[in-house]
């Protein structure tokens, strides 16, 4: 990776919690991400340097997802949800929730190279202390018929996905690991779970904080924010190692997914993360973008492909 990238702010401080789930659009050249517990969807358009917002549920939004078909996929708490413009308002239809009995909800989600769409959730509990209770997350899949299935179970708090070829990837951010998988494109499933990447073992390794949200490049290597860290990570998933990193001027490094090639969107957390009493940093809670990443092809994001009828009234 050559040493002559920028780091530059997109939109300061925009999110007032967790900015989380980046995904660019590239023929209207539009970002989408959230800001989870405002549950709120944000988007930026390139071309009109114009910022908006649209506010989804009253509860936290982990998730969007551009659909194929029209309007967006979000994670609302438990439920996904299908989104909407009609007349100008927003509509809104529960397609599944998930994790009854649970105080759960949904967290980071991605959609396979088929367009079908991969969620998992965490818990809300406090257990001894705990931000979460332990292996109370699962990993769903949404087919391209709508229908859901358990994917994966026994999961902290579920985060970063990516594939690669045959391999998929999947992070359990407390255990500070990411998992390689199996993959399984016809069949839709995963099996073969091993161990990828284990932060405990990488250089440095009490300065990386928690793995997050990723993207993965062209030629395999996962980009993973570090939570904590202050840093995006590129990652050699054979090796277990380091490739490079890039630096950034805030400590709580959420996620990040590729735009154009040398080119890589960044979102961050605000209060969340941050001791009482304390204010958060300069900048905490904004997109930023990485430019200038010469050699370096993204993958592009992939909407949900799947056919879903129009929202009536």
């Given at each position: 990776m050559s040493s002559n990238y920028t780091v530059n702010c997109l939109l300061d401080s925009v999110a007032k919690s967790l900015s989380e789930g980046p995904f660019w659009e590239p023929v209207t050249k539009t970002l989408y991400f959230v800001s989870?517990?405002?549950?709120?969807?944000?988007?930026?358009?390139?071309?009109?340097?114009?910022?908006?917002?649209?506010?989804?549920?009253?509860?936290?939004?982990?998730?969007?997802?551009?659909?194929?078909?029209?309007?967006?996929?979000?994670?609302?708490?438990?439920?996904?949800?299908?989104?909407?413009?009609?007349?100008?308002?927003?509509?809104?239809?529960?397609?599944?929730?998930?994790?009854?009995?649970?105080?759960?909800?949904?967290?980071?989600?991605?959609?396979?190279?088929?367009?079908?769409?991969?969620?998992?959730?965490?818990?809300?509990?406090t257990n001894a202390g705990a931000i979460m209770k332990p292996n109370a997350g699962s990993l769903f899949g949404l087919d391209l018929g709508g229908s859901i299935k358990t994917m994966e179970t026994g999961v902290s708090l579920s985060n970063g996905l990516g594939w690669h070829g045959n391999t998929f990837y999947f992070t359990d951010s407390p255990v500070r690991t990411i998992y390689a998988y199996d993959w399984d494109a016809e069949g839709f499933s995963i099996s073969n779970r091993r161990v990828a990447i284990d932060f405990s073992k990488l250089p440095e390794q009490e300065k990386l904080g928690f793995p997050d949200g990723l993207a993965v490049d062209a030629d395999g290597r996962l980009w993973v924010a570090c939570f904590y860290g202050s840093r995006v990570l590129c990652l050699d998933p054979q090796s277990g190692q380091v490739v490079s990193q890039i630096p950034m001027p805030v400590p709580n490094v959420t996620s990040c997914c590729f735009g154009s090639d040398g080119e890589l969107f960044v979102t961050t957390a605000n209060q969340w993360g941050v001791r009482d009493g304390e204010q958060p940093p300069p900048q905490a809670g904004s997109i930023f973008r990485v430019t200038g990443l010469d050699g370096i092809r993204g993958t592009p994001s992939v909407m949900y492909k799947g056919s879903l009828p129009p929202i009536s009234d």
């Open positions: 989870i517990f405002e549950g709120e969807v944000h988007l930026w358009n390139e071309p009109n340097n114009y910022h908006s917002t649209v506010k989804v549920s009253e509860q936290p939004v982990s998730f969007v997802i551009p659909c194929q078909s029209g309007g967006f996929l979000a994670g609302a708490s438990k439920s996904i949800v299908h989104c909407d413009w009609q007349a100008g308002e927003l509509k809104r239809r529960v397609l599944h929730e998930v994790d009854p009995g649970l105080s759960n909800r949904f967290n980071d989600a991605k959609c396979d190279p088929a367009g079908r769409l991969l969620a998992g959730t965490m818990s809300l509990e």
